[in-house]
């Protein structure tokens, strides 16, 4: 990876790449099924449209720039939302002592389809690759991409109150809301079903084994 010229987005860069080296590190430990070896993160494709704007797009990243070099910032590698092209995000908070106000800027790493057309190269085309299969040129490829928010926490706040205050809540909430309370009846019922079926099941197996014996 070439050096950007922007100093503190090089030693961002950086920490995000150790970041994600740590996580695969993490992974790798539990690395004994197909699984988990798909969730190793391939580094490069990750920070590479990241590396892009860095070089690019200068003027965007002014407040990221002043973020990180005066707030000390921890970078944490979480799953992504529930994104059909999530791969993963960081999530980079700030720690600001003097406001108290931490904040946060999360980077959704994510895949960009690109449905240019069904691979159909050959050893003989320009640019081809052995080690790809593939010219790299016009072919289907679900590209990096990545969106980078910032967010600020505005609020902390658990249930005021003990918990038969919460259920009179959850009452209340139900007899405003006729068609989810039936539903979730519906549903109690079925479970009850299901398990009173699945216990007389077991008995009756049991019962024959005694029986038979
Ligand atoms: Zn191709
Ligand atoms: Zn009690």
Redesign the pocket.
């Given at each position: 990876m070439k050096k950007l010229k922007n100093k503190t987005l090089q030693a961002f860069l950086d920490n995000l790449v150790e970041a994600l080296k740590d996580e695969n590190e993490n992974r790798g430990w539990d690395n004994k099924n197909e699984e988990n070896k798909e969730s190793i993160f391939d580094i490069p494709f990750l920070v590479s449209s990241l590396w892009q704007a860095f070089r690019e797009k200068l003027d965007t990243y002014t407040d990221f720039i002043k973020c990180l070099n005066h707030t000390f910032y921890q970078i944490h590698i979480v799953k992504s939302d529930d994104n059909y092209y999530g791969i993963c995000k960081a999530i980079v908070t700030f720690y600001d002592s003097k406001e108290t106000k931490d904040f946060q800027y999360e980077i959704d790493f994510l895949y960009n389809q690109r449905d240019w057309g069904y691979?159909?190269?050959t050893p003989d085309m320009k640019d081809y690759r052995e080690d790809k299969h593939?010219?790299?040129h016009g072919?289907d490829w679900w590209a990096p991409s990545f969106e980078i928010r910032k967010s600020y926490r505005i609020n902390i706040q658990s249930w005021d109150g003990d918990e038969h205050d919460y259920w009179d809540f959850e009452d209340e909430f139900y007899l405003s809301d006729k068609e989810l309370a039936e539903k979730k009846e519906n549903e109690d019922r079925e479970r009850e079903i299901w398990e009173l079926k699945s216990r007389i099941e077991a008995d009756q197996k049991r019962l024959a084994e005694l029986e038979n014996k």
């Open positions: 691979c159909q190269c593939c010219c790299g072919c």
